[in-house]
């Protein structure tokens, strides 16, 4: 299976929104509703903030919101602050006995 | 917090075993769920290579299914990813986490590098 595609690097000032992109195919994006979305600051663990395409984990700010239309989900970070520069990633559910498709990766610069 | 730390060694030499040990805390390996290793490498990008539950029973990636083993050990908390037959493209960052279910990582490790080099 490919991987998920996503933009290289997106940015925004402080308090305004980016929306990163993660397309897939119908096969996996578009047919299953598990699409998780990680962030990935330098030196940490990667963090889960959005699974089953739109529910956050206790404790991830309600900045941090995602959607799907088709084979594309989308994460949204509302009100950019300076904590939420780090790498973004998202997957899905492969189906079958790959389980796991992952994103190429979104570097977010807060300007 | 469940936390998760991998341990192991940073040079392989090929055709070598790679073998890595996760350590878990603020949780029971024994819990439900799964627990998982995935890595990433510059010219692959992220790649899950299996997953095993507090059972024993294991899932794996199909294009390493051949070289790949895991295995739980209850009395120290912590599951264990052994790759055999490795070459230089199993250079990579490797992560340990951690699945509640619905296919999403629920926790990860920090990662180690591992390096295949004579």
Redesign the interface.
């Known amino acids: 299976q490919s ?1 998920l595609t996503q933009p290289p690097s997106a940015s925004g000032s402080p308090g305004q929104s980016v929306t990163i992109s993660c397309t897939g195919t119908s096969s996996d994006v578009g047919y ?1 509703n ?1 699409v ?1 979305w ?1 962030q990935q600051s330098p ?6 903030i959005i ?2 395409v739109s529910k956050r ?1 206790p404790g991830v700010p309600d900045r941090f919101s995602g959607s799907k239309s088709g084979n594309t989900a989308s994460l949204t970070v509302s009100g950019l602050q300076a904590e939420d520069e780090a790498d973004y ?1 998202c ?3 492969g189906g079958g ?4 498709v ?4 979104t570097k977010v610069t807060v300007l | 917090q469940v936390q ?1 730390q991998e341990s192991g060694p940073g040079l392989v030499k090929p055709p070598g075993t790679l073998s890595l040990t996760c350590a878990v805390s603020g949780a029971s390996i024994s819990s439900d769920g799964w627990w998982g290793w ?1 890595r990433q490498s510059p010219g692959k ?4 290579i299996g997953d095993i539950g507090h059972s024993g029973s294991a ?1 794996y ?3 390493l299914k051949s070289r790949v083993t895991m295995s739980i050990d209850k009395s120290k908390n912590q599951f264990s990813l052994s790759l055999t037959s490795v070459t230089a493209v199993d250079t990579a960052l490797y ?1 340990c ?1 951690y699945s509640s279910g ?10 180690t590098l591992v390096t295949v080099s004579s």
């Open positions: 991987a299953y598990y998780s990680y030196g940490k663990a990667p963090k889960l699974s089953e984990p990633f997957s899905s559910y006995t790959n389980p796991y992952f994103g190429t990766g | 998760l995935v990008g992220l790649e899950w899932n990636n199909p294009s992560y986490a619905w296919y999403r990582l629920d926790y990860w490790g920090q990662g």
